[in-house]
């Protein structure tokens, strides 16, 4: 069993900054991928970002040169930062992992960009 916890959302105006947090529960090399996936009201949910277990990086053309994926190996967490936020960004983020055939979502934080 693995639990992922987001924190880190919250209201942002338009052009500002946000770092998500995703802690996982169990040693990240003892999992696959760690994503990031965000849903919109009336969207589906969509990728935003991953980092594989040796590190490599993956974004959605929604977040490249804007967003940045990162973990710090020691307490286990995974962030994504955000920056040059816009509106359209306004979601419920999500991270989620695999392990032993088994996916595991978190809870979601909430992200809102508005005036």
């Known amino acids: 069993q693995v639990q992922l916890v987001e924190s880190g959302g919250g209201l942002v105006q338009p052009g500002g900054s946000l770092r998500l947090s995703c802690a996982v529960s169990v040693s990240i090399f003892m999992v696959n991928d760690i994503e990031w996936h965000r849903q919109s009201p009336g969207k589906e949910r969509e990728f935003v970002a991953l980092i594989r277990r040796g590190g490599d990086t993956l974004y959605a053309d929604s977040g490249t040169g804007r967003f940045t994926i990162s973990r710090d190996n020691d307490k286990n967490t995974v962030y994504l930062q955000m920056n040059s936020l816009k509106p359209e960004d306004t979601a419920v983020y999500y991270c989620?992992?695999?392990?032993?055939?088994?996916?595991?979502w978190g809870q979601g934080t909430q992200v809102t960009v508005s005036s």
């Open positions: 989620n992992t695999f392990r032993g055939g088994n996916i595991y």
